[in-house]
C-alpha cells in the first residue's frame, strides 16, 4: 500500500549555492572566465604537444590525454552549473543527472590512472635512464593510453547500472551545483547497498591503488636523486618530475578531502567549496602548472609564436609587394 502511494521522481532540482544569490551575476561571470580559461589552456596543450616534435616523448603524450580528461570534466559540469547559477536553482532529469555523474566518474578515473601512468614514466626515466626508451617506447605509450580510457569506461559501468535501477519517490532537491555521488544516493528510496559495495570495490583500482603506486615510485625517484652526486644534477632531476609531482599533489589533496572525509560530518557549503577546488580548479592548475613550471612546453610555446608572428609578417609583405 506504502509502494503504491509513493510517486516517482523523474526531475532534480539543482539549487547551486542559494546562501550566495545576491552574488549570482558575479559568480556566473567568475565561473565562465575560469571555464573559457580551462578550454583554452588544456587546448593550447593538446595543439603544442600534437605540433611540436620536442614534445613527442610519452610524458607529454599522457599529459596531452590528461589535458583531455580535464576538458571532459568540466565540459560535462560547467555549463549546467552556469545555468543553475545565473537562475538561482535548475532542474535536471533522473537520467541525465546519472550521465553527469558518469562522465564526472570517468574523468577522474582517467586523471588518476594517467597520473599512475605518469609516475611510471618519470620512474623509468630517472630511476632506469639507459633502459628509457627501450621500455617507454610509442607503442607501450599508446597501449597505456588506449587502457586507461578503456578501463575508466568499463569500471564506472559497474556504479551506473545499479544507480539506473534506483527509485527516486522524493524529495527531489539536490542541495548542490552537480550531480555528486552522495547527494544522488541519499534521495534514492531503494536499497543502495550494492550500488555503495560497487564504489568501495572500484575505489581499489582506480584511487588506493595508484595512490599507492605514486607514492612508491616517487619514494624510490627521491632515493635516486640523493644519490647523485652533484647539486645541478640534482636539480635537472627533478625538475623532470617537480610539474607531474605539484599535479598529483593538488589532485590528491582534493579528492582525499572531498570522499575520505566523513561526509555526515561536513556542512553542504564546505563539501561544495571543496567540490568546486577539483571540478573547477583542478582542470585549470593543470595547464598552468605545466606552463610555469615546465620549460620545453615555454620553448614550444614561443617557437609556436615566433612561427605564427613571421608567417603574419609574410603574408603582409607579400600583399604590400603584389600592391
Request: proline share 4%; glycine share 6%; net charge positive.
Amino acid at each position: 500500500m506504502f509502494q503504491e502511494n509513493q510517486t516517482t521522481v523523474t526531475e532534480f532540482l539543482l539549487l547551486g549555492f542559494p546562501s550566495l544569490k545576491t552574488f549570482n551575476v558575479a559568480l556566473f561571470i567568475l565561473f565562465l572566465v575560469i571555464y573559457i580559461m580551462t578550454l583554452g589552456g588544456n587546448l593550447l596543450i593538446i595543439i603544442l604537444v600534437s605540433n611540436s616534435q620536442s614534445l613527442k616523448s610519452p610524458m607529454y603524450i599522457f599529459l596531452c590525454h590528461l589535458s583531455l580528461s580535464d576538458m571532459l570534466l568540466t565540459t560535462n559540469i560547467a555549463p549546467n552549473m552556469l545555468y543553475v547559477v545565473l537562475n538561482g536553482g535548475g532542474t535536471i532529469h533522473v537520467t541525465g543527472c546519472i550521465t553527469q555523474f558518469y562522465f564526472y566518474g570517468i574523468s577522474t578515473a582517467v586523471e588518476t590512472l594517467l597520473l599512475t601512468v605518469m609516475s611510471l614514466d618519470r620512474y623509468l626515466a630517472i630511476c632506469n635512464p639507459l633502459r628509457y626508451t627501450s621500455i617507454m617506447d610509442f607503442r607501450l605509450s599508446l597501449h597505456l593510453v588506449t587502457g586507461t580510457w578503456l578501463i575508466a569506461f568499463l569500471l564506472m559501468i559497474f556504479i551506473v547500472i545499479p544507480m539506473c535501477q534506483l527509485q527516486f519517490c522524493g524529495p527531489h532537491i539536490i542541495d548542490h551545483y552537480f550531480c555528486d555521488y552522495d547527494p544522488l544516493l541519499e534521495l534514492s528510496c531503494s536499497d543502495t547497498s550494492i550500488v555503495k559495495l560497487g564504489d568501495f570495490v572500484i575505489d581499489i583500482p582506480v584511487i588506493l591503488f595508484p595512490f599507492v603506486f605514486i607514492t612508491f615510485t616517487y619514494v624510490s625517484i627521491s632515493l635516486t636523486i640523493l644519490r647523485i652526486p652533484s647539486t645541478t644534477g640534482k636539480q635537472k632531476a627533478f625538475s623532470t618530475c617537480s610539474s607531474h609531482l605539484a599535479l598529483v599533489g593538488t589532485f590528491y589533496g582534493t579528492i582525499i578531502a572531498i570522499y575520505m572525509a566523513p561526509y555526515g560530518g561536513q556542512s553542504f557549503n564546505v563539501n561544495k567549496v571543496l567540490s568546486l577546488l577539483y571540478t573547477v580548479g583542478t582542470p585549470l592548475f593543470n595547464p598552468v602548472i605545466y606552463s610555469l613550471r615546465n620549460q620545453e612546453i615555454k620553448l614550444a610555446l614561443r617557437k609556436c609564436l615566433y612561427i605564427r608572428r613571421s608567417s603574419s609578417i609574410k603574408i603582409k609583405l607579400n600583399r604590400e609587394n603584389n600592391i
